[in-house]
């Protein structure tokens, strides 16, 4: 069997799961059907930078961006385990890990930082 052909097949494989929404253990993508919710410009920039050791990209960037108010802010971290698959709890937790995350907003200089648990200060 030639190599074209292997990847070929594994490709279908893929595509199937994927289809099934069967994913391989060291993937870190988001679902297709769920996308990152995210409060922060920055936050988008963190969940696109880090990428899939087996896919690459792991979702497709939305277009443009819509305002989250403070209190949906707020329950986004009790969300993720009544309203979300394992894959985007385990997609999610990649890009902001329970050690850091979520992060605490305050202002400061008249902007909106993010402050994660070990003292990182994001503006957001």
Same mark, same amino acid.
């Given at each position: 069997m030639s190599s074209r052909t292997l990847e070929k097949r594994i490709e279908r494989v893929e595509r199937a799961l994927k289809a099934k929404q069967v994913f391989a253990p060291e993937c870190i993508c988001f679902p297709a059907n769920e996308r990152p919710?995210? /409060?922060f410009q920055v936050e988008l920039?963190?969940?696109? /930078?880090?990428?899939?050791?087996l896919h690459g990209a792991r979702f497709k960037p939305p277009k443009f961006q819509i305002y989250v108010s403070k209190w949906l802010r707020d329950k986004r971290w009790q969300l993720l385990w009544t309203h979300y698959s394992e894959q985007y709890r385990k997609a999610w937790f990649a890009t902001f890990p329970p050690d850091l995350w979520p992060a605490q907003e305050t202002m400061e200089q008249q902007r909106l930082i993010l402050k994660l648990k070990d003292g990182t200060k994001l503006f957001a």
């Amino acid at each position: 069997m030639s190599s074209r052909t292997l990847e070929k097949r594994i490709e279908r494989v893929e595509r199937a799961l994927k289809a099934k929404q069967v994913f391989a253990p060291e993937c870190i993508c988001f679902p297709a059907n769920e996308r990152p919710f995210v /409060a922060f410009q920055v936050e988008l920039k963190m969940a696109i /930078a880090l990428k899939c050791p087996l896919h690459g990209a792991r979702f497709k960037p939305p277009k443009f961006q819509i305002y989250v108010s403070k209190w949906l802010r707020d329950k986004r971290w009790q969300l993720l385990w009544t309203h979300y698959s394992e894959q985007y709890r385990k997609a999610w937790f990649a890009t902001f890990p329970p050690d850091l995350w979520p992060a605490q907003e305050t202002m400061e200089q008249q902007r909106l930082i993010l402050k994660l648990k070990d003292g990182t200060k994001l503006f957001a």
